[in-house]
């Protein structure tokens, strides 16, 4: 199985402030790789696919980059409503794998 | 848009068997270009995908579960199905149904539907 490391697990930041997400693959998977948004009491959102292609529903402050092995999510100028935990997926191998999660949290 | 909707098993007692049933709006489940899927999360496993099925009938599946979990398609009720086996307290988790269109990342997904095992 291909691992997802993700970190950190969590980080607290302030409303304008970039945070930095980072997704290390155990072995190559190219670009396919999504991350996904979850709040409190719901299910995942997709949130960027392709490891830099996002979603309609989001605002283009959330930015993915990376292939192979080592992959980022951005969020610039954090909003209130960007709190939340996020996950990476790696879409090229069965069985598909996710990450461990990394909580962001507003100050 | 399609839309998920999974059924709500009630709970279970260990050895058991969990059946959910996932119902597709929005779409046919007939269509070549979904992969049905079944997630779970838990607090000591986080995020952990089961398998899918397409269209065709194909499946894949997580081979941690060897030989406890089936995913099968009734077209005619546009639904999907989920059955594990031999349930334990492991087993506990929210499930969710989830589709990706001509992907394996997961697009749209069910609202979550909490099985929990217990003596």
């Known amino acids: 199985d291909i691992q997802m490391t993700q970190s950190p697990s969590s980080v607290s930041a302030s409303v304008g402030d970039r945070v930095t997400i980072t997704c290390r693959a155990s072995?190559?998977?190219?670009?396919?790789l999504a991350w996904y948004q979850q709040k409190p009491g719901e299910a995942p959102k997709l949130l960027i696919f392709l490891a830099s292609s996002v979603q309609n529903a989001f605002p283009a402050r959330f930015r993915g980059s990376g292939s192979g092995t080592d992959f980022t999510l951005t969020i610039n100028n954090l909003q209130p409503e960007d709190s939340a935990t996020y996950y990476c997926?790696?879409?090229?191998?069965?069985?598909?794998?996710f990450g461990g999660g990394t909580k962001v949290e507003i100050k | 848009q399609v839309q998920l909707q999974e059924s709500v098993p009630g709970l279970l007692k260990p050895s058991q068997t969990l059946s959910l049933t996932c119902s597709v709006s929005g779409g046919s489940i007939s269509s070549g270009s979904y992969h049905w899927n079944w997630i779970r999360q838990s607090a000591a496993k986080g995020l952990e995908w089961l398998g899918h099925i397409s269209a065709s009938g194909n499946t894949n599946y997580n081979p941690s579960l060897k030989s406890r979990v089936t995913i099968s398609v009734d077209t005619s009720k546009n639904q999907f199905s989920l059955t594990l086996t031999s349930v334990t307290a492991a087993d506990t988790a929210v499930y969710y149904c989830?589709?990706?269109?001509?992907?394996?990342?997961?697009?749209?997904w069910g609202q979550g539907t909490l099985v929990t095992v217990s003596s």
């Open positions: 997926q790696q879409a090229n191998n069965i069985p598909l794998t």
């Open positions: 072995q190559g998977i190219s670009s396919w």
């Open positions: 989830a589709s990706g269109y001509l992907s394996n990342w997961f697009r749209v």
